[in-house]
């Protein structure tokens, strides 16, 4: 596996990705508190909200197997070479998974509290089930090519 050159690079690679991390985490907060405080979810865009999640899901499902399975890892370097370094660190994988707990939060407040006459779209609705489903199909079809992912 590849290795830093320098450490200065590597304290500002890992600056930067922690200050990225705790600034995008923070965005997502204001929304879930007023949420609480107001009991009601009025004027929140839930088409956003559904779609968000299958976003954060799908760039979590990524960071977390490229970042913890030795055999993707492995495919990682067959195709790009030894000398190449993991592109997702420990502060991606922190901040998908804090996304997707932070959206699904959101999304549940979605469920509980008011939400006057609004309702997820159809066509929001229909996009998440085509790419839900395109990613299964794509995931078991590939399934018996990988011989395991431990």
């Known amino acids: ?3 830093w050159n320098s450490i200065p690079l590597e304290i500002t690679y890992e600056t930067f990705g922690w200050l990225a991390f705790f600034s995008w985490s923070i965005s997502f907060y204001p929304q ?10 009025v004027g929140l865009n839930f088409d956003f ?6 976003k ?8 977390v197997c490229l970042y913890f399975s030795p055999v993707i890892q492995r495919q990682y370097f ?15 994988v922190a901040f998908s998974i804090h996304a997707v707990l932070l959206t699904a939060i959101t999304l549940f407040q979605i469920v509980i509290f008011d939400r006057g006459t609004q309702k997820v779209s159809k066509i929001s609705v229909g996009i998440v089930i ?6 299964a199909i794509c ?3 590939a399934l018996p090519a990988n ?3 431990g």
Do not use: Q
């Open 32 to 41: 879930v508190i007023l949420n609480f405080r107001r009991k009601s979810v």
């Open 78 to 92: 067959e195709k790009y070479g030894s000398g190449e370094m993991i592109p997702v660190a420990a502060n991606d």
């Open 49 to 54: 909200v559904l779609l968000n999640l299958t």
């Open 130 to 135: 085509a790419v839900w489903l395109i990613a």
């Open 1 to 3: 596996m590849a290795s």
């Open 147 to 149: 011989h395991g992912f």
């Open 56 to 63: 954060h899901s799908s760039y979590m499902i990524y960071n």
């Open 139 to 141: 995931f078991f079809i």
